[in-house]
């Protein structure tokens, strides 16, 4: 397997679809830099930088359907982007994934043939 250094895929190995979007990359031949958000957040800014690659708003990659949205009773409040960029630098489990970056693009691996667009 080739090593790529310029793929690089925010990881979370209990999620199917990043799972999925994992394997998709290795079975094409790539060995990606793996991040687990999880274990290591991005701030504010990397997660500004990833929107902007991807060409999102902060509510476009904000899982709602997480028990920690529902414990925050946020639901329905009109949150500003910086607000929910906040929120999820916090809670990092709100952040949609798998997310893959290739240079100055990004898919999000919803579903995870998203990620040949990159290739």
């Keep these: ?7 690089t895929i925010y990881h979370n190995p209990r999620c199917s679809k990043s799972r999925a979007t994992l394997r998709l990359l290795h079975e094409q031949g790539i060995s990606p830099r ?22 999102m708003k902060p509510h476009d990659l904000l899982r709602t359907n997480e028990d920690v949205y529902r414990e925050l009773d946020v639901a329905g409040k009109d949150l500003s982007d910086v607000e929910i960029i906040q929120l999820m630098t916090k809670h990092p489990i709100l952040v949609e994934r798998p ?8 898919v999000l691996g919803r579903p995870p043939e998203n990620v040949l667009a990159l290739l």
């Design 34 to 55: 793996v991040i687990e958000y999880l274990k290591t957040p991005p701030d504010a800014a990397t997660l500004r930088h990833l929107l902007e690659l991807l060409g």
């Design 1 to 7: 397997m080739k090593r790529t250094a310029d793929i």
């Design 99 to 106: 997310i893959v970056v290739k240079a100055d693009r990004a």
